[in-house]
């Protein structure tokens, strides 16, 4: 363990064709999902693939104005975000706050799979969309 994040949780892949991504990596690693779900409040559909204890998540909007589907037009298909798991979402998005990072969610908020999760805006973590999740 490393201070406060404790694995990673996720990779997260935007694509604009959820299945095709899926055949993808079903024909190419014979990867299965492992979960999948629409997040109405995010605008997207996701699948996750189970890569030892983590995942793949694979992300595609499913309204125009979501943070992916403005993603995607700007840089195409691609990395999007890193997933990092912690204890504690709220103490977590705290220390970043804390250390003067720059966070796109003020508190921690439902995630998929019945998870707590927090977003740290990539111009104050490096250039990378972090996501804390509190499982």
Do not use: W
Not at 18 to 39: C, P, S
Request: proline share 4%.
């Amino acid at each position: 363990m490393s201070g406060l994040l404790t694995e990673i949780d996720h990779v997260a892949i935007a694509v604009r064709d959820l299945d095709a991504a899926l055949d993808y990596y079903r024909d190419t690693f014979g990867a299965t999902v492992d979960h999948r779900e629409l997040i109405e409040s995010d605008g997207v559909e996701e699948a996750l693939i189970k890569v030892a204890d983590s995942y793949i998540q694979l992300l595609t909007p499913t309204r125009e104005d979501s943070p992916v589907a403005k993603y995607l037009e700007r840089n195409g298909e691609g990395l999007h975000h890193v997933g990092y798991r912690v204890d504690d979402c709220a103490v977590a998005l705290q220390a970043v706050k804390d250390a003067g990072g720059r966070v796109i969610d003020e508190a921690p908020r439902p995630g998929s799979r019945g998870t707590t999760v927090a977003f740290v805006h990539p111009k104050g973590a490096l250039g990378t969309l972090i996501e804390l999740v509190q499982e």
